[in-house]
């Protein structure tokens, strides 16, 4: 039996002719209304495809050029977490400063930016995504002109706090808006660039470190944080030349541009065609106001919430929740200490070595990056969750005995800095890329934006936390039984990541939710 034109009472289909051209004939508006059985698109052995690394097919050029332009936001918190680890230990000797004081300006940027990732959330679903990003990149060029020029300690908070907003929509907006543009099959890939671009800031926030420490102590550090503020520039003109979110423009009923969108992100007119008719159906199961800003999503989720949903939030807030408590930020910010802790001393050296971290932690989210649309989210999530528990006990194991040796022998030394490379490898191939794509590809389309905002700030609240009592708890009980303790954390985590998160590759958003759905009690 035929289905009837839904166009009549559903608010997110247009009803305007000027906004319905694309359909000129009946049968290509039947088949974009019509409810579509939904199916994967390309399978690896499927005629005409080429198969990578990735997984799938080959890349869209338009929907590769997108997403990497969306994701060089996150240089920008990458290149923080790295520089603060070297301008902490300049900032201290010059302002006067003392550990708590470091411990409080490093983790207040974190802790801020759950509030811009709460913010951005329903932002996003009213101005859009890509003018989201662009406000990310401008909130962020001015905390780090404030943190540059900053004459005091009081100066230099205020610009990590408004650097902090600008971290916390960027930390949100990129992932989502890359998930929602990319084509299933590749999508883990591209969804996954956000991290990659965190580790290239992190890198860079090393290399700055290492060039810029033989200035005066009262210039280096101003020189590491006012640098972030030209990628900052760079990356808010730049975006001006993407495309919006096909799915946030089928939300606001504006199927023409969406469609245009998607011609250009798939490999065919009829597979842009099935994708646009696979959003048009998503949305109208929950119908909103014909120009629809994100109200109500709150409420959905939080107060009355269906058991699916109740299932994501667990899913995407505890993958958040154990990213943090990993530990993997305040080792990143803290790494020098860590090091001088285990023997190294020389300013230079200690950041040599954190070179090195960089360097492999950006190895390593490449090739993650590069086979999770091959192998799936889960088995690089497990492998990494555990390969970071067995690395912090084995750090954990040389700290103690390094703190209890008054010789500190070389062995135990590399065994801390090759532990501690590990930990970030480990934490580069399953955590870092796959939260952020699981967070922004399991929500349904209506609630995505405000739903990952919510599982990225509890990511926020929790790397502060971290961040700001890590130095502390690691005086009281040494840094040997601070990495046992986030050794324990992570073999928790593996068992939570187990039973809780399915897998989700080479699945379409809208196919996502049925994984929620069918999971027994």
Same mark, same amino acid.
């Given at each position: 039996?035929?289905?009837?034109?839904?166009?009549?009472?559903?608010?997110?289909?247009?009803?305007?002719?000027?906004?319905?051209?694309?359909?000129?004939? /009946?049968?290509?508006?039947?088949?974009?209304?019509?409810?579509?059985?939904?199916? #994967?698109?390309?399978? +690896?052995?499927?005629?005409?495809?080429?198969? $990578?690394?990735?997984?799938?097919?080959?890349?869209?050029?338009?929907?590769?050029?997108?997403?990497?332009?969306?994701?060089?936001?996150?240089?920008?918190?990458?290149?923080?977490?790295?520089?603060?680890?070297?301008?902490?230990?300049?900032?201290?000797?010059?302002?006067?400063?003392?550990?708590?004081?470091? +411990?409080?300006?490093?983790?207040?940027?974190?802790?801020?930016?759950?509030?811009?990732?709460?913010?951005?959330?329903?932002?996003?679903?009213?101005?859009?995504?890509?003018?989201?990003?662009?406000?990310?990149?401008?909130?962020?060029?001015?905390?780090?002109? *404030?943190?540059?020029?900053?004459?005091?300690?009081?100066?230099?908070?205020?610009?990590?706090?408004?650097?902090?907003?600008?971290? $916390?929509?960027?930390?949100?907006?990129?992932?989502?808006?890359?998930?929602?543009?990319?084509?299933?099959?590749?999508?883990?890939? *591209?969804?996954?660039?956000?991290?990659?671009?965190?580790?290239?800031?992190?890198?860079?926030?090393?290399?700055?470190?290492?060039?810029?420490?033989?200035?005066?102590?009262?210039?280096?550090?101003?020189?590491?944080?006012?640098?972030?503020?030209?990628?900052?520039?760079?990356?808010?003109?730049?975006?001006?030349?993407?495309? +919006?979110?096909?799915?946030?423009?089928?939300?606001?009923?504006?199927?023409?541009?969406?469609?245009?969108?998607?011609?250009?992100?798939?490999? %065919? +007119?009829?597979?842009?065609?099935?994708?646009?008719? /696979?959003?048009?159906?998503?949305?109208?199961?929950?119908?909103?106001?014909?120009?629809?800003?994100?109200?109500?999503?709150?409420?959905?989720?939080?107060?009355?919430?269906?058991?699916?949903?109740?299932?994501?939030?667990?899913?995407?807030?505890?993958?958040?929740?154990?990213? @943090?408590?990993? $530990?993997?930020?305040?080792?990143?910010?803290?790494?020098?200490?860590?090091?001088?802790?285990?023997?190294?001393?020389?300013?230079? @050296?200690?950041?040599? #070595? %954190?070179?090195?971290?960089?360097?492999?932690?950006?190895?390593?989210?490449?090739?993650?990056?590069?086979? *999770?649309?091959?192998?799936?989210?889960?088995?690089?999530?497990?492998?990494?969750?555990?390969?970071?528990?067995?690395?912090?006990?084995?750090?954990?194991?040389?700290?103690?005995?390094?703190?209890?040796?008054?010789?500190?022998?070389?062995?135990?030394?590399?065994?801390?800095?090759?532990?501690?490379?590990?930990?970030?490898?480990?934490?580069?191939?399953?955590?870092?890329?796959?939260?952020?794509?699981?967070?922004?590809?399991?929500?349904?389309?209506?609630?995505?934006?405000?739903? %990952?905002?919510?599982?990225?700030?509890?990511?926020?609240?929790?790397?502060?936390?971290?961040?700001?009592?890590?130095?502390?708890?690691?005086?009281?009980?040494?840094?040997?039984?601070?990495?046992?303790?986030?050794?324990?954390?992570?073999?928790?985590?593996?068992?939570?990541?187990?039973?809780?998160?399915?897998?989700?590759?080479?699945?379409?958003?809208?196919?996502?939710?049925?994984?929620?759905?069918?999971?027994?009690?």
């Amino acid at each position: 039996m035929q289905e009837p034109d839904r166009s009549l009472h559903d608010p997110l289909i247009p009803k305007s002719e000027s906004c319905r051209r694309d359909l000129k004939d /009946e049968g290509k508006q039947e088949t974009l209304f019509k409810k579509q059985p939904l199916k #994967v698109r390309f399978q +690896e052995d499927e005629p005409g495809r080429e198969s $990578g690394a990735h997984g799938g097919g080959r890349f869209n050029r338009y929907a590769l050029a997108g997403a990497i332009l969306a994701s060089t936001n996150s240089v920008l918190l990458g290149y923080d977490i790295g520089v603060m680890s070297g301008a902490a230990l300049f900032i201290k000797e010059d302002l006067k400063i003392t550990s708590t004081q470091v +411990e409080i300006l490093v983790g207040s940027l974190n802790v801020v930016s759950l509030f811009g990732s709460l913010a951005s959330g329903r932002t996003s679903d009213w101005i859009g995504r890509r003018w989201t990003i662009i406000l990310a990149a401008c909130t962020f060029l001015i905390g780090a002109l *404030l943190m540059g020029l900053a004459p005091s300690f009081l100066f230099l908070m205020a610009g990590r706090v408004v650097a902090g907003v600008g971290v $916390g929509f960027s930390l949100m907006i990129a992932p989502v808006y890359v998930a929602e543009l990319s084509p299933a099959m590749t999508r883990g890939f *591209l969804s996954s660039l956000p991290e990659v671009f965190i580790n290239i800031g992190i890198l860079l926030g090393y290399i700055s470190n290492y060039a810029l420490s033989g200035l005066s102590p009262d210039v280096n550090w101003r020189f590491m944080l006012g640098l972030a503020a030209l990628p900052a520039v760079a990356i808010g003109l730049g975006v001006m030349a993407m495309p +919006e979110s096909p799915r946030w423009l089928v939300l606001e009923g504006r199927l023409e541009e969406a469609r245009q969108v998607l011609v250009r992100t798939s490999e %065919t +007119e009829e597979e842009a065609e099935l994708r646009l008719g /696979e959003m048009v159906n998503a949305a109208s199961l929950n119908p909103g106001p014909a120009h629809w800003n994100g109200q109500g999503v709150w409420r959905e989720l939080l107060w009355s919430p269906s058991r699916p949903i109740r299932r994501i939030l667990v899913a995407t807030i505890g993958v958040n929740f154990f990213m @943090q408590a990993s $530990g993997n930020d305040a080792v990143v910010y803290y790494s020098p200490e860590v090091f001088r802790d285990a023997g190294i001393t020389d300013p230079r @050296q200690l950041t040599g #070595v %954190t070179v090195i971290m960089g360097f492999a932690k950006t190895f390593f989210v490449f090739v993650s990056a590069l086979f *999770l649309d091959r192998f799936g989210r889960r088995p690089l999530l497990l492998l990494g969750s555990a390969g970071m528990a067995v690395s912090l006990a084995g750090l954990g194991m040389g700290s103690t005995l390094l703190e209890s040796s008054g010789s500190k022998p070389q062995w135990a030394i590399a065994l801390c800095v090759v532990a501690l490379c590990a930990d970030v490898s480990f934490f580069s191939i399953g955590l870092g890329p796959i939260t952020w794509v699981y967070s922004s590809e399991v929500f349904p389309t209506r609630l995505r934006a405000q739903g %990952t905002s919510l599982a990225i700030a509890v990511n926020r609240l929790v790397s502060g936390a971290v961040a700001m009592s890590f130095l502390s708890i690691a005086r009281e009980i040494t840094f040997g039984g601070m990495f046992l303790v986030l050794a324990g954390v992570m073999a928790l985590a593996t068992v939570f990541f187990y039973f809780f998160l399915p897998e989700t590759k080479g699945k379409s958003l809208e196919e996502i939710g049925a994984l929620f759905e069918d999971t027994k009690d």
